[in-house]
C-alpha cells in the first residue's frame, strides 16, 4: 500500500530559531495525525537545531537540496553526507526553482540521485512543466523525458525508495492550482510512465501533488486516487495550516 506524504517545503524562509519554534509546534500538533508521513523541509542552517526538535515524534527531516559530489573543492555546496549527518533522512531534488534559476540538468540530478542513496537518503523528486509547455500541451512530453533522463536510470531497489512530486510551475507560489481532474491526469500518467520501466512498482509508489496545496483544496486534490499526498510550499510555514492538509486525507 502506497505512503500518505506530507511534505512541508520551507524553502529560503525562517531564522533558525523561529524554524526550531515551528518545528516544536508541528511535532505537537501532528499528535492529531494518524496514517500520514510528515515530513519537514528547513534550509540548511536549521537542520540541526530542527533535528532536535523532531527527535522521538513521527516528522521526519529532509534537505532542501544536496550536493552532486560526494566532497571537494565546491565552496557553498552541502554533502549528502553532511545532510545525513545532521539528521536527515529525506532530500528534495530537482525542484523547478532549482532547475528554473540554478540551472539544474538531468545530467546534474543524476549525480545528486547517486549521493542520495550512497547516504541513505530518500529522494523526494520533483517533475513538473511551466506554463507555457501545459498551454501547448507538451506537459505530457515534458514530464516524461524529465523522468526517463533521471529516474529510469535507477536500479530496481532504488527506484522503491523514490518519492515523486509533480509540481506544475505555473501554480508554484501564484495561488493557482491546478484542477483536481487536472492533478489526477498527470499523476496517472506519471504512475503509466514509471510503470514503463519498473513495471507493477510503480503502483507502490507515492506521487505528491506540489502546487499550492492549501487547507482549503487539499481534500478535494487527495480524494484522487494517484495523488498520495503533497508538497507543500507557503502553508507548511504555518503549524495549523500543515496539519490541516496533514488532516485532509
Same mark, same amino acid.
Given at each position: 500500500?502506497?505512503?500518505?506524504?506530507? +511534505?512541508?517545503?520551507?524553502?529560503?524562509?525562517?531564522?533558525?530559531?523561529?524554524?526550531?519554534?515551528? +518545528?516544536?509546534?508541528?511535532?505537537?500538533?501532528?499528535?492529531? &495525525?494518524e496514517g500520514v508521513t510528515l515530513i519537514?523541509?528547513?534550509?540548511?542552517?536549521?537542520?540541526?537545531?530542527?533535528?532536535?526538535?523532531?527527535?522521538?515524534?513521527?516528522?521526519?527531516?529532509?534537505?532542501?537540496?544536496?550536493?552532486? #559530489?560526494?566532497?571537494?573543492?565546491?565552496?557553498?555546496?552541502?554533502?549528502?553526507?553532511?545532510?545525513? !549527518? *545532521?539528521?536527515?533522512?529525506?532530500?528534495?531534488?530537482?525542484?523547478?526553482?532549482?532547475?528554473?534559476?540554478?540551472?539544474?540538468?538531468?545530467?546534474?540530478?543524476?549525480?545528486?540521485? &547517486?549521493?542520495?542513496?550512497?547516504?541513505?537518503?530518500?529522494?523526494?523528486?520533483?517533475?513538473?512543466?511551466?506554463?507555457?509547455?501545459?498551454?501547448?500541451?507538451?506537459?505530457?512530453? &515534458?514530464?516524461?523525458?524529465?523522468?526517463?533522463?533521471?529516474?529510469?536510470?535507477?536500479?530496481?531497489?532504488?527506484?522503491?525508495?523514490?518519492?515523486?512530486?509533480?509540481?506544475?510551475?505555473? +501554480?508554484?507560489?501564484?495561488?493557482?492550482?491546478?484542477?483536481? #481532474?487536472?492533478?489526477?491526469?498527470?499523476?496517472?500518467?506519471?504512475?503509466?510512465?514509471?510503470?514503463?520501466?519498473?513495471?507493477?512498482?510503480?503502483?507502490?509508489?507515492?506521487?505528491?501533488?506540489?502546487?499550492?496545496?492549501?487547507?482549503?483544496?487539499?481534500?478535494?486534490l487527495f480524494l484522487n486516487k494517484d &495523488? !498520495?499526498?503533497?508538497?507543500?510550499?507557503?502553508?507548511?510555514?504555518?503549524? !495549523?495550516?500543515?496539519? *490541516?492538509?496533514?488532516?485532509?486525507?
Amino acid at each position: 500500500m502506497r505512503k500518505k506524504i506530507v +511534505a512541508g517545503n520551507w524553502k529560503m524562509n525562517t531564522s533558525v530559531s523561529k524554524g526550531a519554534q515551528l +518545528a516544536s509546534e508541528i511535532v505537537n500538533k501532528s499528535k492529531e &495525525v494518524e496514517g500520514v508521513t510528515l515530513i519537514v523541509a528547513p534550509p540548511f542552517t536549521h537542520l540541526t537545531k530542527v533535528s532536535e526538535q523532531l527527535k522521538g515524534s513521527q516528522v521526519a527531516l529532509s534537505a532542501q537540496n544536496c550536493a552532486a #559530489e560526494a566532497s571537494g573543492a565546491y565552496t557553498g555546496e552541502v554533502a549528502a553526507l553532511m545532510i545525513a !549527518d *545532521a539528521g536527515a533522512s529525506y532530500c528534495i531534488l530537482g525542484h523547478s526553482e532549482r532547475r528554473e534559476y540554478y540551472g539544474e540538468v538531468d545530467a546534474t540530478l543524476n549525480k545528486k540521485l &547517486v549521493q542520495c542513496f550512497a547516504n541513505n537518503l530518500i529522494p523526494i523528486f520533483c517533475v513538473g512543466e511551466k506554463l507555457d509547455e501545459r498551454e501547448s500541451n507538451r506537459h505530457f512530453e &515534458v514530464v516524461k523525458a524529465q523522468l526517463q533522463n533521471t529516474v529510469f536510470n535507477l536500479g530496481e531497489e532504488e527506484f522503491g525508495k523514490v518519492i515523486i512530486a509533480y509540481e506544475p510551475v505555473w +501554480a508554484i507560489g501564484t495561488g493557482k492550482t491546478a484542477t483536481p #481532474e487536472q492533478a489526477q491526469e498527470i499523476h496517472a500518467f506519471i504512475r503509466e510512465t514509471l510503470a514503463l520501466k519498473f513495471g507493477a512498482k510503480a503502483e507502490e509508489t507515492s506521487i505528491l501533488y506540489g502546487g499550492s496545496c492549501n487547507p482549503a483544496n487539499a481534500k478535494s486534490l487527495f480524494l484522487n486516487k494517484d &495523488v !498520495d499526498g503533497g508538497l507543500i510550499g507557503g502553508a507548511s510555514l504555518k503549524a !495549523d495550516d500543515f496539519i *490541516a492538509i496533514a488532516k485532509s486525507f
